[in-house]
């Protein structure tokens, strides 16, 4: 049961550990922005937790007629945060590599660039992916939780521990608190 959390931390040469840490750095840290840091490590168990059991699920299809590779590292987590902040913005188009193209097709594209990561699993980013896409249409409401229940939650340890440690940027759970964060 343990490994449906740890392979995220799994990494097997320096490239996919770097590769994994600038993923972590962009995506993560824009998606911790948005929902503060409560919610952004609930939902990072939650996302690595339905990411393993759609990986699994989909591994005993897909494994019948081609051998699949392991899941491991912070991709799928990194894929569902993405998928969820497309799903949910608010921006029709973008620039992606200097083409405009709709939001929603980024996480997409993103996939198929990271197939070329080496020791990145396609079926484990597909399941990330999936399970962002899920949450952020709304089929996973049961994960969320209101501002007020995160606001009590950065009151406790370890999140009132963090708050506390200089250097480290702490994102309430509150949006009023996250807007005045930004302004001051």
């Given at each position: 049961?343990h490994?449906?959390?740890?392979?995220?931390?799994?990494?097997?040469?320096?490239?996919?550990?770097?590769c994994?840490?600038?993923?972590?750095?962009?995506?993560?840290?824009?998606?911790?922005k948005?929902?503060?840091t409560?919610?952004?490590?609930?939902?990072?168990?939650?996302?690595a937790?339905?990411?393993?059991?759609?990986?699994?699920?989909?591994?005993?299809?897909?494994?019948?007629?081609?051998?699949?590779?392991?899941?491991?590292?912070?991709?799928?987590?990194?894929?569902?945060?993405l998928?969820?902040?497309?799903?949910?913005?608010r921006m029709?188009?973008t620039?992606?590599?200097?083409?405009?193209?709709?939001?929603?097709?980024?996480?997409?594209?993103?996939?198929?660039?990271?197939w070329?990561?080496?020791?990145?699993s396609?079926?484990?980013?597909?399941?990330?992916?999936?399970?962002?896409?899920?949450?952020?249409?709304?089929?996973?409401?049961?994960?969320?939780?209101?501002?007020?229940?995160?606001s009590?939650?950065?009151?406790?340890f370890?999140?009132?521990?963090?708050?506390?440690?200089?250097?480290?940027?702490?994102?309430?759970?509150?949006?009023?608190?996250?807007?005045?964060?930004?302004?001051?």
């Open positions: 049961v490994r449906l959390v740890t392979y995220i931390f799994v990494y097997e040469d320096l490239i996919s550990l770097t994994g840490a600038i993923i972590i750095w962009y995506f993560a840290g824009s998606f911790e948005n929902v503060g409560v919610k952004h490590c609930f939902l990072t168990v939650a996302f937790v339905l990411s393993a059991l759609l990986y699994l699920l989909l591994e005993t299809v897909v494994s019948r007629a081609s051998e699949v590779e392991d899941a491991k590292g912070f991709m799928p987590v990194a894929f569902a945060t998928g969820v902040s497309t799903t949910r913005s029709k188009r620039l992606f590599f200097g083409v405009r193209v709709p939001v929603v097709l980024v996480p997409w594209f993103m996939l198929c660039i990271a070329f990561i080496p020791g990145s396609l079926l484990s980013n597909l399941s990330g992916l999936l399970a962002g896409e899920a949450y952020g249409l709304g089929y996973c409401f049961c994960l969320d939780f209101s501002e007020s229940v995160g009590k939650l950065d009151r406790v370890p999140f009132s521990l963090l708050r506390r440690i200089p250097g480290l940027k702490y994102i309430p759970g509150s949006l009023a608190e996250r807007r005045a964060l930004e302004n001051s």
